[in-house]
């Protein structure tokens, strides 16, 4: 049984950060794709970070420069580095694995299999 647990969320103010951690049982991380996804009420859920079965990453735009994506394979975890938050990056924050092959990263959540239950960010200005 493949699980994501989603821990390191919470409330913070505007220019403050936050690191979230994506613990996987069942399934190992180091053969696929795997990315951070969020979504605020009332919005559909939209890919945030992706990185693929190396080090290559990919970013929304509106995160470039603040977040870090990156995978400790040993330790099957996935993290997600977020700096200099804004009160736009509040949303409930999913990470998620492709489970198959992948070129490249990807930010499109209807190409990942495995989702965990999601973990909260509120920013507040």
């Known amino acids: 049984q493949v699980q994501l647990v989603e821990s390191g969320g919470g409330s913070v103010q505007a220019g403050g950060s936050l690191r979230l951690s994506c613990t996987t049982s069942?399934?190992?991380?180091?053969?696929?794709?795997m990315g951070w996804f969020r979504q605020a009420p009332g919005l559909e859920r939209e890919g945030v970070a992706a990185?693929?079965?190396?080090?290559?990453?990919s970013y929304t735009d509106a995160v470039k420069g603040r977040f870090t994506i990156s995978r400790d394979n040993a330790k099957n975890t996935l993290y997600l580095q977020m700096n200099s938050l804004k009160p736009e990056d509040t949303a409930m924050y999913y990470c998620?694995?492709?489970?198959?092959?992948?070129?490249?990263?990807?930010?499109?959540?209807?190409?990942?299999?495995?989702w965990g239950q999601g973990t909260q960010v509120t920013v507040s200005s």
């Open positions: 998620a694995a492709l489970g198959g092959f992948c070129y490249s990263p990807r930010t499109t959540p209807r190409e990942y299999n495995y």
């Open positions: 069942g399934y190992s991380i180091s053969g696929t794709c």
């Open positions: 990185i693929d079965r190396g080090s290559t990453t």
